[in-house]
């Protein structure tokens, strides 16, 4: 039968979440990127309620961690429904040990795995095998997809033999290549689906599930005497599986015109040179071959689709005799093995083949390693891999794709070998994340792929920041269908969205001979030229490019459409590169603008059709002239005094050639300097903080509320201004008694985000403008790429003052705390975040003293996603010792932490007594006894410890070498659990709430968004009754976890929970109190985020109304108050003063239920407000106790 | 009209089955509570009202929300369930008066407040199209701007009447706030501008100071039956002086109100806060009410009635001018 289904342009995770939605029952699931779409996509459809080809809806239920998952898969699979989930990376390694449950089991299901790299020497979101290599052992048959199509057809031909061997399969696809990838497909229709499905088999499997009708036991415990046999039994079903694998491929075939086999081979029928691969790579080494072949070269590709069960004789005879090398390629790495999984599998095969003379000659077979955490795969490598097979000696081991100067694995490769590209339209476009390039060519991609004959592919390529973060598309279009990989490198058209681009390294290398360039820039056609710099110039001119001009954000803004340039530069695109015929395709962007825009007004609708017809009349060509005019070269992206790391290695990652960076360079355990967002200057907004210091009452809130750190505070005598640029301000010091002190407040320009969140604190009107604060918002001097040397005189000259003397700053007061310098500064976070103000100010209580152990999520991806990390040090080279581990088991890891650094204190102690003799009895009586509270304290002690090193250097004794590692443990640290509610409330509970009972004096921050905001907003059980998250797109109806009070239940764990933009010195007190209490202290901070779906400059206001409602009440429990006797519940919040919803329904997350379903939106509003109440009653009643009504308490001292 | 219902009225040309209309209030924004309305006796009821600038500050807010959260970091691509299903305020009002007009037989009057010429006339014409039986424009201009003069104020006023009678054929009705120079004069205006209903009068927001907290507060207060006085005296001046329909609004909480209303000329009496305190079935109490004046005083019809306390029914008008306004002053400083 031929394929007559409809087409349509989606990417891998939708289509494989296509076909899985339809042939299962239930789903559960834990969000993991980058496998979340397809999760969300099913719960989506279930609220829908979509149906699967039963004509039921499936039940989607997303679970506390992937073990949970799994978990509830294993249930379901023995109730007799179909089941099916959704993982990566660590999430499947959560899954492991229910996965050989399942498979010892013989339950039939389908994990779809969009393969993703594992954490090792650091976590990657992006995309290889090591996480499903790592669950070969399970039991589950592994079936690979290398494209967007086989995504989707082999998640259908995966269910098909599960259902029918039994066996369950782990059908896996690249990570972001492919579960990313935009592309034209053909789609399976609801007849051939079932068709492939056999309802016998459910009949079958249901039959088999638990029944108290027809009752068994399953999950025994065996002994030796059985449990081997029992482990035998399942090998026929394996053995069977490769066949009844085939069999539902062929019988695929016929359905839809689309042939697979297990093991795929292509090229010469003779072919001598022979390269094994597994994913998305496949179609790349496809074409490679289709090169060499052209070339007269005898090579070939053997693609493996189904990795287990490993049908070796199958595979041995897909090798024609012909072969005298083979080189298999794996996407992980296993380090210390033989060679990496596929390798001793294929090697193995062929061994077994010629032994038993099935294989007449034995070919050589090396193995390679490529495509980690998605590096580039190209044709170019591929060819390297053939080339290096036909080598006398060829690597037993190589690496391809990076230049490994340490093992010397790598192969070295000609980028300049390409496939034919004939017929193809290649564009990239070069955007910022907040300005809808991506949008706009997804956009595009659909126009195309739907709506003409022509085929459409996509990757979206997105840089590590979260705000102002670059991003790259790569589209291509074509009459035939595009299985093209890996990303573009002679793009036809290059479209910089953003003119502050036009000086980033190696922008238009990417660009053919002769293609067409498009810059959104502010200059008129006529005076471009002159503003390029002398490396583009030449570009544009040695690669005969043609270079387009248009003002898109003066056209957007004249036609009232904000800063929205994407249909501008859309219309352009389609304009130049004569991809459709242009009036063709501006009635198809109009059409795609009705329908986005038609819901939101009629007007926006016609203000968009406005800017696309003046797009095209604001378009202009730029004369190139035969010879460069410009002397201006690229800015540097660090200056010279950058330290040496920075300079060799993250330079390079800043300009986005980390892959130049050899093996060499990097660090072998994964250990980075701190301090190194500094060296990253931004420039990402035109708008920035600007202090009116004779408005400023010095009150500090600015600075304190700032989430960047740009906001910096010192006083200094008015002498130290005789050398200040004429631009740096200062006044004079707000206290008395101090005429010759001088106050600075100064705004790193360069870092600021222009969140505005220091506006809102601010706390000062002009009595001349009631508009007009202290702080204000104003364009920043200078263009992007212009002279910013003012600014940076400033900064150099402030950062130049001394130092605020720690032991004489008022810690207790807001006001105080702005001369304490950030240890945390400059990271990527959110412009207007609400989590990283808590993270700086913990920063700058205790930085000098502080380790962090950092659970996976914004607060790790901010706070140590390369190429700059925000930890810093101060002016001795102390500062915050940060880790990330995992995300499940952050307070585990937190725990380690306070363990070995008692342990190392205890040590330290202890060698000091035995040293005591050699040492002066007061040093070390202070030492051990001296009280480390106050900041004064820890001076002195610091002071101490330098003099104890002193001494013991000069010391003969063994002891003394044993006691210099680890005297600096004689100064108090300071240990925190940072992360966010996914953690603290979901995945890591557990783990949490063993440490909490710990006792041990740990201090926990939860940076509570209510939500997963790193992975897209997932229901966490921190989502609030009646707010809607993904997975509660019918609202949250279950109420918020109580974790404070779940804390408090213990007696001895100190409880804050606090709202800085509610009250700050709340939130200060809290930090300070937890720190200063010896054992285990909670502290539950609200951090507004954009997935609450608010305007982030209100963030702050936000935060008064959660308090003002009660929704967020602040309190304290501290276990001090009550072995002294008093009530140690503090409610620190006025009463309610006003509803909940009046806090509530300023943000999109409540407001979308009053849309989608006002019923129960205005019901599970009424619940809400009740449970506010309830609460708020308890809470008072709590604080109007005794002490007597708690939980006695014993000393948590260690 | 059912000549046999003693209470049944007419305004702006639509057929009432009693004079009691629901004002604009946010209980009409669920259409339940709009049946409840009629079947506890309606004669109509007049949507909340849909605040074109809301609308813009919504669109904008979704706008930059989605600039933010959209497509900007490979982890996610998005932050909120089917957020593309969000509709605009607009568009679920339109959609409730249509389940409106689908469930109800008692005329559906919409309630518009506009802030563009092109906000006024846009969503006119789409109420209109969504099966409104009639348009109350409800104008909430402050002229806190000392530049502007009394005179510009009216003549935006019965600009937007103007524009949007021409724009839409429905009866077009007009709420108007007490504080207009010269309110005869500029109703005569708006009807001749196209007006067929005057609504006497619109609350204004009204912001009281927090002494302790220094800041401006919006608390709501519903409205109190001594507020009637004011629209009364206006009701019974214009009635049958001016070519259109006059509703009374203000202060009602009972039958008395609306007595009083309707012997000063209204044609209907409208009510929110009482629904508010006592619930949408207190529409009822308030007919039996009436029903039960009418029977004591033998009136057959509220026609029979209506306007016999206006100024041009009855003989002494100083009662309502200021002859009326030194007696009473008189009599206070008589301490009486």
Redesign the interface.
């Known amino acids: 039968m031929s394929d007559v289904s409809r087409q349509v342009t989606i990417d891998g995770n939708e289509a494989t979440a296509y076909v899985a939605y339809r042939v299962n029952e239930v789903c559960a699931i834990y969000p993991i990127?980058?496998s979340?779409?397809m999760a969300?996509l099913a719960?989506?459809w279930s609220?829908k309620g979509v149906t699967n080809i039963w004509g039921n809806v499936p039940e989607v239920i997303e679970m506390q961690s992937e073990g949970g998952a799994a978990g509830t898969v294993h249930g379901a699979l023995q109730s007799g429904s179909l089941t099916t989930t959704f993982t990566a990376s660590q999430g499947l390694m959560l899954m492991l040990p229910n996965m050989y449950k399942i498979a010892g089991e013989l339950s039939c299901a389908v994990f779809h795995v969009a393969a993703r790299s594992l954490a090792a020497q650091a976590l990657s979101?992006f995309g290889d095998h090591s996480d499903v290599m790592a669950a070969r052992t399970t039991g589950f048959a592994l079936l690979a997809s290398g494209s967007v199509q086989e995504a989707h057809d082999m998640a259908l031909i995966a269910q098909a033999v599960s259902m029918q061997t039994r066996l369950p399969f782990l059908h896996f696809f690249d990570g972001?290549r492919t579960s990313h990838e935009v592309n034209k497909i053909n789609l399976l229709s609801d007849e051939q689906i079932r068709a492939m499905i056999d309802d016998k088999l459910l009949h079958a499997h249901r039959e088999r599930a638990l029944s108290p009708d027809t009752p068994f036991v399953r999950g025994t415990a065996q002994n030796p005497d059985v449990y081997f046999q029992g482990r035998e039994t399942v090998t026929p079903f394996y053995a069977q599986t490769p066949a009844n694998c085939q069999e539902a491929m062929d019988r695929f075939a016929g359905l839809t015109g689309r042939q697979y086999n297990i093991f795929e081979y292509h090229g010469a029928a003779d072919a001598d040179r022979i390269v094994v691969v597994m994913g998305s790579a496949a179609a790349t080494v496809r074409e490679t071959v289709d090169v060499l072949s052209k070339r007269g070269e005898k090579v070939a590709v053997l693609e493996v689709r189904l990795y287990r069960p490993f049908d070796s004789r199958r595979f041995a005879a897909c090798i024609p005799d012909t072969a005298r090398r083979i080189a298999v390629l794996d996407r992980t790495k296993e380090p210390g093995a033989p060679g990496e999984p596929l390798f001793q599998d294929v090697a193995s095969s062929i061994m077994e083949a010629h032994s038993d003379g099935a294989m007449s000659t034995l070919p050589r077979v090396i193995g390679g390693r490529y495509g980690l955490s998605s590096k580039e795969f190209t044709p170019a490598m591929a060819a390297a891999v053939f080339q290096e097979l036909a080598a006398e000696h060829p690597k037993r081991s190589f690496t391809v794709g990076i230049n490994d100067d340490v093992s010397g694995s790598s192969l070295e490769y000609d980028p300049n070998f390409l496939p034919d590209e004939s017929g193809l339209t290649q564009a990239l476009f070069i955007g910022?994340?907040?300005?809808?390039t991506?949008?706009a060519n997804?956009n595009s991609i659909k126009i195309i792929g739907e709506s003409t004959d022509l085929h459409a592919q996509g990757f979206?390529v997105?840089d590590?920041k979260?705000s102002g973060?670059i991003?790259v598309s790569h589209l291509r279009f074509g009459p035939d269908p595009i299985n093209k990989p890996y990303l573009i490198s002679r793009a036809d058209f290059v479209a910089c969205h953003q003119y502050q681009f036009v000086d980033r390294p190696g922008l238009l290398d990417s660009a053919r001979e002769g293609a067409t360039v498009l810059l959104n820039c502010p200059l008129p056609a006529d005076s471009v030229w002159q503003a390029l710099s002398r490396p583009v110039q030449d570009a544009l001119i040695s690669k005969g490019l043609r270079l387009f001009v248009i003002d898109a954000t003066s056209v957007a803004r004249e036609c009232g459409i904000?800063?929205?340039i994407n249909t501008i530069m859309q219309a352009c695109f389609f304009s130049l590169s004569g991809v459709l015929p242009e009036d063709v395709a501006i009635a198809k962007i109009k059409s795609a603008i009705e329908k986005?825009y038609a819901?939101?007004?009629?007007?926006?609708v016609q203000k968009n059709f406005a800017a696309v017809d003046a797009a095209l009349s604001h378009l202009r060509e730029v004369e190139i002239p035969a010879t460069t005019s410009s002397t201006r070269e690229l800015p540097g992206v660090v200056p010279d005094d950058a330290p040496d790391f920075v300079r060799r290695v993250t330079a390079k990652m800043m300009m986005g050639l980390g892959d130049e960076i050899p093996v060499s360079e990097m660090p072998v355990d994964g250990t980075f300097p701190s301090a190194t967002s500094r060296w990253e200057k931004r420039n990402i907004s035109d708008r920035v903080a600007e202090w009116d210091e004779d408005l400023c009452v010095q009150c500090g809130n600015c600075s304190f509320v700032c989430p960047h750190s740009v906001i910096r505070a010192r006083f200094l005598h008015k002498d130290h201004l005789k050398r200040a640029p004429e631009s740096f301000k200062s006044a004079p010091i707000n206290a008395r008694g101090f005429p010759e002190t001088r106050y600075a407040l100064q705004v790193y320009a360069e870092d600021c985000t222009g969140c505005e969140l220091c506006v809102e604190a601010c706390p000062v009107q002009d009595p001349n403008d009631s508009e007009r604060r202290a702080i204000n918002m104003s364009a920043q001097s200078g263009d992007k790429s212009g002279d910013k040397s003012a600014t940076r005189q400033d900064v150099a000259f402030f950062e130049s003052l001394p130092i605020n003397d720690r032991s004489h700053l008022d810690f207790a007061r807001v006001q105080g705390t702005q001369f304490l310098q950030p240890l945390f500064e400059f990271s990527g976070a959110?412009?207007g975040c609400g989590e990283t103000p808590y993270v700086r100010l913990l920063s700058q209580l205790f930085g000098d003293r502080l380790m962090v152990a950092n659970a996976t999520g914004c607060s790790s991806?901010y706070g140590g996603n390369l190429p700059t990390t925000p930890w810093t040090v101060n002016q001795d080279g102390r500062g915050p010792a940060w880790s990330n581990s995992l995300f499940e088991d952050n307070a585990e890891f937190g725990l380690g932490m306070r363990i070995s650094v008692d342990k190392q204190t205890s040590l330290a102690w202890s060698l000091l007594r035995g040293l005591q003799e050699k040492l002066p009895e007061d040093l070390v009586r202070e030492l051990i006894e001296a009280p480390q509270i106050l900041e004064s304290d820890i001076a002195l002690q610091r002071e101490r410890v330098g003099r104890l090193k002193v001494l013991l250097l000069a010391l003969e004794d063994p002891l003394s070498e044993s006691l210099l590692s680890v005297a600096d443990h004689l100064v108090r640290r300071s240990v925190w659990l940072v992360g966010g509610d996914g953690w603290a409330y979901d995945i890591g509970s557990g783990g949490l709430d063993h440490v909490l009972a710990s006792g041990r004096d740990v201090n926990v921050l939860v940076l509570d968004t209510e939500?997963y905001?790193?992975?897209?907003?997932q229901m966490s059980k921190a989502t609030p009754t009646a707010a809607?998250?993904?997975?509660?797109?019918a609202g949250k109806r279950v109420g918020k976890k109580d974790l404070a009070m779940q804390a408090i239940s213990y007696g001895n764990v100190y409880v804050a929970q606090v709202a800085m933009g509610a009250n700050p010195q709340q939130t200060l007190l809290a930090l300070r109190e937890a720190e200063a209490y010896p054992g285990p202290s909670l502290v539950l901070a609200y951090s507004h985020c954009?997935?609450h779906?608010?305007?982030?400059t209100k963030g702050l206001e936000q935060q008064k109304r959660a308090v003002a409602s009660a929704y967020w009440p602040l309190i304290r429990y501290n276990p001090v108050l009550r072995q002294a006797g008093h009530n140690p519940f503090v409610l620190d919040s006025p009463r309610p003063s006003i509803s909940l919803k009046d806090y509530a329904y300023r943000e999109?997350?409540y407001?979308?239920l009053t849309?989608?379903h006002?019923?129960e939106a205005?019901q599970l509003m009424t619940l809400a407000q009740e449970m506010v109440d309830l609460r708020w009653r308890n809470y008072e009643e709590l604080a109007s106790q005794r002490a007597e009504d708690f939980q006695p308490v014993r000393s948590t001292n260690n | 009209m059912n000549s046999s219902n003693p209470i049944a009225t007419r305004y702006m040309g639509l057929d009432l089955r009693s004079p009691l209309v629901v004002s604009a209030c946010p209980l009409s924004s669920n259409v339940e509570n709009i049946v409840r309305m009629e079947d506890s006796g309606a004669g109509a009821v007049v949507m909340f009202s849909l605040f074109e600038e809301q609308i813009r500050e919504e669109a904008r807010l979704l706008e930059k929300i989605g600039e933010s959260t959209t497509n900007s970091f490979a982890e996610a691509g998005d932050f909120f369930p089917a957020a593309d299903a969000y509709e605009l305020g607009s568009t679920r009002y339109l959609e409730l008066i249509r389940q409106a007009k689908e469930r109800v037989d008692m005329p559906v009057i919409a309630s518009l407040n506009g802030c563009t010429p092109e906000g006024w006339i846009d969503y006119a014409t789409q109420i209109e199209q969504a099966g409104a039986d009639a348009i109350e424009l409800n104008i909430f201009f402050i002229p806190a701007d000392l530049e502007i003069a009394g005179a510009e104020v009216e003549r935006r006023y019965i600009q937007i009447v103007h524009q949007v009678c021409e724009a839409v054929r429905l009866p077009v009705a007009m709420k108007i706030n007490p504080y207009l120079s010269a309110t005869g004069h500029i109703v005569r205006s708006m009807v001749d501008a196209g007006a067929a209903g005057l609504v006497l009068f619109n609350r204004l927001y009204q912001p009281d100071l927090d002494t302790e907290r220094l800041k401006i507060s919006n608390d709501l207060r519903l409205s109190e039956p001594n507020e009637i006085r004011l629209p009364l005296m206006w009701i019974a001046a214009l009635h049958g002086r001016v070519n259109a329909s006059l509703a009374a609004t203000t202060g009602v909480q009972g039958g008395e109100e609306v007595i009083k209303y309707l012997l000063a000329g209204a044609d209907v009496v409208m009510t929110a806060s009482s629904l508010y305190k006592h619930g949408i079935e207190h529409l009822r109490t308030m007919h039996n009410q009436l029903a039960a004046w009418m029977e004591r005083k033998q009136f057959q019809s509220v026609d029979n009635f209506r306007g016999i306390l206006s100024q041009r029914n009855i003989a002494d008008t100083t009662g309502f001018e200021r002859a009326n306004y030194i007696r009473i002053l008189r009599k206070a400083k008589e301490g009486s």
């Open positions: 990127t980058p979340s779409p969300e719960d989506e609220a979101i972001f910022l994340g907040s300005d809808g991506v949008g997804k979206f997105y590590s979260k973060a991003t904000g800063s929205r986005s819901r939101k007004g009629g007007n926006l959110c412009a991806i939500v905001s790193n992975t897209g907003g809607t998250a993904k997975f509660a797109s954009i997935a779906g608010i305007d982030m999109l997350r407001m979308l849309r989608t006002p019923d205005e």
